[in-house]
């Protein structure tokens, strides 16, 4: 179900992690971006929920993901701690006052001290308690806004209030045993933890206005049945909706045109079910084996390998002799039998794949990244040349993976008008239009076209030798910088110049992704 949400999203599938020995129903997305996100899920979510409850809760879960509200609720934990410290630091001093002042037998100077000990504790604790209820208030209404944005995105309204219903319904309902819950107690799905004062420190709607919100028409029963396995005709229903490889691949070339493209652009952060379905059905179409591997460390490496084995022999020979000296031999092993289904998979699956192998990716340790990394260099730079996939793949694959093991100076926006970086725009509008383009006058078209909807009509197209991919590689690092609103401006004069020609090319979908993933605008999959 992550998967499918990430592949409908654009981004690779968060980290997936079970709290084994919580019976409760719960869940959380953990991170500060779309890029080092994490999604826990309790046992009894796993046990307890159907598919489309379990659907609606991982739906809910990417909401708080594009929305933000990670980010918002680690530096929520940061501040209240922080003023928690202040009432320490003050009980600290009031406690080694009162010993110090044993030992000497004199008062001279306490009553200074014991002021300041006595005043930074009320500062502290009365901070932390008033933070804490403004805390709940705030996630309150981020938790109707993220139970909102799952309807949205699976247009199935039963599958999260079945979740709600369940919660209710269930002994242990969505609480979470873990001493370590009442910090995090904001980033549940549901109400983690009971307490003081329980209607102004809850972090979480009460169930009941959660549910009448998504269903007006609710009896207001709790499902307390036990979980049955699926019905026959969900079951039935959801072979129905799966297609075939083959219908997908038909689906895909009958649908991607320009509308397509630009379709995708606008569902940047809000993917619809049309999406989530396509993701379903294409992970279900993908051979077991590339799936498989793709979801463990040393396969995963093995499906990248595999991805930019080139097609001439001679060049091939050259990559494979070098895997064979420089990969692990476990890596190399999986590799060799995985090259005849990779050799198979239609391109419209190369994306998805990547996406599914990042997880595993970084597993890694940092000497296993680096060698890796390396190997990619050399396989790419085999043939002497580096092909608009091959630059694709690195920059989906670095923008994810590189802050994972080492330390990276966060990209802060300093642009906000997209005249400030005109050169950039011009760079990547060109590599955009000669992408989708065969010829010089029908790429100046597609250029112009972009530019026009930017309000830089002065612009003209650069000659194929005026570009360069360290020259774009510099560009897109200086259009990162722009604020989130332009950066999707951007992205959208780049789909209308794939659109131009009403046709999209598979290298067009590859480039366009990785110019989202650089500018932390997950793109959904265009179909």
């Given amino acids: 179900v992550v998967e499918e949400m990430a592949i409908a999203s654009g981004i690779p599938a968060p980290p997936v992690y079970l709290l084994a020995e919580e019976p409760g129903i719960n869940a959380f997305a953990a ?146 045993e873990n001493p370590g819950a009442p910090e995090v107690s904001h980033a549940f799905f549901a109400q983690g933890i009971s307490g003081f004062m329980q209607s102004l420190s809850a972090t979480h709607p009460p169930l009941a206005k959660r549910i009448l919100r998504i269903d007006p028409h609710w009896d207001g029963e709790f499902d307390a049945s036990d979980k049955t396995e699926l019905p026959q005709e969900e079951e039935e229903a959801g072979k129905k909706e799966t297609m075939t490889r083959e219908e997908l691949a038909k689906k895909v070339a009958a649908v991607v045109t320009g509308a397509a493209v630009m379709t995708a652009i606008d569902q940047i952060g809000n993917p619809k079910q049309e999406t989530i379905d396509y993701a379903h059905s294409l992970i279900a179409s993908l051979p077991t084996v590339i799936i498989e591997a793709a979801r463990e460390p040393y396969g995963a490496r093995a499906v990248i390998y595999s991805l930019l084995l080139d097609e001439g022999n001679a060049v091939r020979a050259k990559q494979l002799q070098h895997l064979r000296d420089h990969a692990d031999a476990d890596v190399y092993a999986v590799m060799r039998t995985l090259i005849p289904e990779i050799a198979e998979l239609d391109r419209q699956y190369r994306l998805p794949v990547i996406d599914i192998a990042i997880p595993a990716l970084k597993q890694l340790s940092l000497s296993q990244y680096q060698s890796f990394r390396d190997n990619l260099g050399a396989l790419i730079e085999m043939d002497g040349r580096v092909d608009l996939f091959e630059w694709s793949l690195q920059k989906i694959l670095f923008n994810h993976l590189d802050g994972q093991f080492f330390k990276l100076t966060p990209v802060k926006a300093r642009y906000s008008d997209v005249r400030q970086l005109k050169k950039e725009i011009r760079l990547i509008l060109s590599v955009m239009a000669y992408a989708g383009q065969q010829n010089q006058g029908d790429a100046a078209k597609a250029f112009a076209a972009a530019v026009a909807t930017l309000a830089l009509s002065e612009q003209k197209i650069l000659a194929k030798n005026e570009i360069s991919l360290s020259g774009l590689d510099l560009a897109l690092k200086k259009l990162a910088k722009l604020r989130p609103l332009v950066k999707q401006k951007i992205l959208k004069a780049c789909a209308v110049s794939v659109a131009h020609d009403q046709q999209v090319s598979p290298v067009e979908v590859e480039i366009l992704r990785a110019f989202s993933d650089v500018l932390d605008c997950p793109m959904p999959p265009v179909i």
Avoid: C, W
Wanted: net charge positive; aromatic share 8%.
């Fill in 31 to 176: 991170g500060f971006s779309p890029r080092d996100a994490v999604i826990g899920v309790t046992q009894g979510t796993i046990d307890q929920l159907s598919r489309d409850q379990l659907q609606g809760v991982i739906a809910h879960e990417f909401s708080h993901i594009f929305n933000g509200d990670m980010r918002l609720n680690i530096r929520l934990m940061g501040i209240l701690n922080g003023i928690l410290v202040i009432g320490i630091i003050g009980y600290y001093i009031l406690y080694s006052a009162s010993f110090s002042r044993r030992g000497r037998g004199s008062d001279k100077g306490a009553g200074g001290i014991l002021a300041l000990a006595i005043g930074l504790m009320v500062i502290g604790f009365a901070g932390t308690f008033f933070g804490g209820l403004i805390k709940a208030a705030v996630s309150r209404q981020r938790e109707y806004l993220a139970d909102a944005s799952a309807v949205q995105f699976t247009r199935n309204p039963d599958g999260i209030a079945g979740a709600l219903k369940r919660i209710g319904g269930l002994e242990f309902g969505s609480k979470v």
